[in-house]
């Protein structure tokens, strides 16, 4: 029996900074991945959480993730989410490595946005407004930071002391950074909504019209970051069609109920090839559900580098 290599948080760390893992996603993209054709993710819900079953192929590997989803955990002190990636030989599938999947999936997460962001936004973006302060937050501010030239950073967060204590990290590094309300969008080239906000963070109508909005906080059907304004002001885009039109509460919600037609919907590998022309003078939101492909392609970027 093969026994997997196994890759905890610090090797995936070392072995996957935030501009390699957002090359890694764009070049898969570029070389022909089409994220409609992995399987669906498998949601199976238990007493407290959810199970959540993610596998994929591409290339040399295929993979799966388990990730859990245990909504009390904070208050225990513990992440909300937490699992392991198992990589595996695409031709033998053969183990190859255990991945730790917390900061996998908080780095990938980003990664996507990052490249997504790089597609849509202004090039001389620079104000950044963040709805949390959780692990997703930071891994955002990072991407951020990687393709657009922010120097200054608003944080929203329920917990006050959490949101404090993320822009003074920000401030730290050397950033104008500070504490803000919803109200804020109204000032900002980029807005990362990255909560568990199962209702809209922002009014739309006070988004600027070349601002670019990414929502990464849910992959449920009735939980939405944005409200049918953002969604109906702004070109749409998603990792993939069927995949939101199943999952991205921030499309197909109650709150969104009949306001968006989906064939105007546009596919992030559509934007990043440069199929799609991204029209300038309008908002841009970019709704992520997260895919099992972006698990592998960085899960087998971590197992190449070490």
Known sequence: MT??????????ERALPMPGAIAAIRDALRAGLDPAAGPARSVVPVPHGQLLLMPAYWGRYAGVKLATVAPGNPERGLPRIQGAYLLLDGETLTPLAMVDAVLLTAIR????????VDALAEPDARRLLVFGSGPQAHSHLAAMRA???VDEVVVVGRDQGRARAFAEAAAGDGLTARVGTAADVAGADLVVCAT???????DGARLRPRATVVAVGSHEPDAAEVDATTVCASTVVVEDRSTALREAGDVIGPVQAGMLDPDTLVGLAEVVRGAVPVPPSRPRLFKSVGMAWQDLVLAAAVHAAV
Do not use: E, H, N
Not at 109 to 116: G, H, L, P
């Open 196 to 202: 568990t906000a199962r209702t809209p963070l922002f």
């Open 147 to 149: 393709v657009r030239p």
């Open 3 to 12: 026994v997997p290599a196994v890759l905890d948080a610090a090797a995936v």
């Open 109 to 116: 997460t980003a990664a996507v946005s990052a490249v997504a």
